[in-house]
């Protein structure tokens, strides 16, 4: 299988603006992804020591980061991966998040879901932490592209990604046990990126993407 590898500095993926991959079209939202960071320490990394992996860029929107293995914030975040909602104003989060030791190099299947109420996080197949966002986070449409390796050109993810796909639902546990086992539930899946093929084609038809500079490995 061939797979998409971006080098930190300025490769990524644009996909541009759809309703279907908003939290606020259904009220709820599911994004998962296979990643595989080739440093612990980013290149092109922001504020306290973190990398926009996945996102859009307005506030009200929902993003992926990964921490460096140090970072300024006390206590420290080595190497965190975290999946985050926003309100559009004035721009206030609430994330899930694992912070687990992590080899350069390693495989690590990641879901975020935000059901309405919560938004939680998985590892392979795992959940790990549910915060919520209720009555505090209100996020909306935007117009911004979906970008894959940065989310605003401020960091760049070092590694690749992989199987990049967004349901407008919340998914459950066990469908989640599914996808790390590579089998995708159908139902309410707006977008498929699998980023194994010359480019970002989206399986569904709906939304394909344009690459930017990252090469592709066996």
């Known amino acids: 299988m061939r797979t998409l590898q971006f080098d930190g500095i300025k490769d990524y993926i644009e996909i ?9 079209t259904t009220g ?16 092109k990394w922001e504020r306290s020591g973190y990398v926009h992996w996945m996102g859009k860029v307005e506030a009200g929107q929902e993003e992926f980061r990964m921490y460096n293995e140090t970072t300024t914030d006390v206590p420290p975040r080595p190497n965190r991966i975290s999946f985050y909602v926003f309100n559009p104003q004035p721009g206030q989060g609430v ?18 879901i935000a059901d309405g109420q919560n938004v939680s996080i998985y590892k392979n197949g795992v959940f790990k932490k549910s915060e919520s966002y209720a009555g505090i986070i209100t996020p909306q449409h935007g117009s911004a592209p979906v970008r894959i390796g940065t989310r605003d050109f401020n960091s760049y993810f070092l590694g690749a990604i992989r199987g990049v796909r967004v349901w407008n639902r919340a998914v459950t546990a066990t469908e989640v046990q599914m996808l790390f086992s590579d089998s995708v539930p159908e139902p309410g899946l707006v977008a498929e990126n699998r980023l194994d093929q010359d480019i970002a084609v989206d399986a569904t038809g709906l939304h394909p993407g344009r690459i930017t500079g990252a090469s592709w490995i066996v």
């Open 16 to 24: 541009a603006d759809d309703a279907d991959c908003s939290v606020a």
């Open 95 to 112: 994330g899930a998040y694992f912070q687990e030791p992590i080899q350069a190099g390693e495989w690590v299947h990641v879901t975020g």
């Open 28 to 43: 709820s939202l599911t994004v998962s992804a296979w990643m595989r960071p080739d440093v612990l320490t980013f290149i």
